[in-house]
């Protein structure tokens, strides 16, 4: 009981607390997956850049804190080719996500410097897509595209505070057209 009335009074995470976090992602995995690799081939990736808020919004569960909140993120990449003739083609992307996040806290793993969390996100990624090539042979030698696609998943993170409103976070998901891992900066107030 005194474990709890102490952890209670000065846990990281509870009804009415904020937290603002920035960090970057290891991003979906695109290039990765490409099987075009070899001499000509150029490869360039930005991390995926996220802003992210929390707000504890209940305890009223038994030991649990449930939380709201969402993100916005931005990743940028591009590929392109150019063969012995001097043929050539360019690809670029550029995503944006906006997320909105359900988070559980289990007071059991809510101390005064960490917080331990699992979240279910639901939301849409923007993605614009441009392509140019030099070669005679395609009569499209430009492209350019933009689309919205539904971005859902799940995650499990941890933030440690270093300071009362100061520490770091780190969030590893599974889903679609999400990060599989992030990490950053936490501001706690």
């Known amino acids: 009981m005194a474990f709890s009335a102490l952890t209670g009074f000065s846990q990281s ?6 937290v603002l976090y920035i960090g970057a992602g290891a991003g979906t995995g695109y290039f990765g997956a490409s099987s075009y690799r070899g001499n000509g081939y150029q490869y360039h990736s930005s991390p995926t850049i996220h802003l992210g808020f929390e707000r504890g919004i209940s305890e009223s569960i038994p030991k649990s804190i449930i939380g709201l909140g969402g993100s ?3 990743w ?8 012995k003739s001097g043929n050539s083609w360019d690809k670029k992307w550029t995503d944006i996500t906006i997320l909105f996040k359900g988070y559980y806290h289990h007071k059991f793993l809510v101390g005064e410097k960490w917080d331990v969390y699992a979240a279910l996100l639901g939301g849409i990624k923007n993605r614009a897509y441009s392509y140019k090539t030099n070669n005679n042979v395609y009569e499209n030698k430009f492209r350019n595209e933009s689309g919205v696609y539904p971005a859902a998943g799940i995650s499990v993170g941890g933030r440690y505070y270093v300071s009362k409103v100061f520490g770091f976070y780190l969030e590893g998901g599974a889903g679609i057209n999400i990060d599989y891992i992030q990490g950053g900066f936490a501001f706690k107030f």
């Open 13 to 18: 995470m509870g009804k009415g607390k904020n």
């Open 72 to 74: 916005i993120s931005t």
């Open 76 to 83: 940028y990449g591009s590929q392109s080719y150019i063969d």
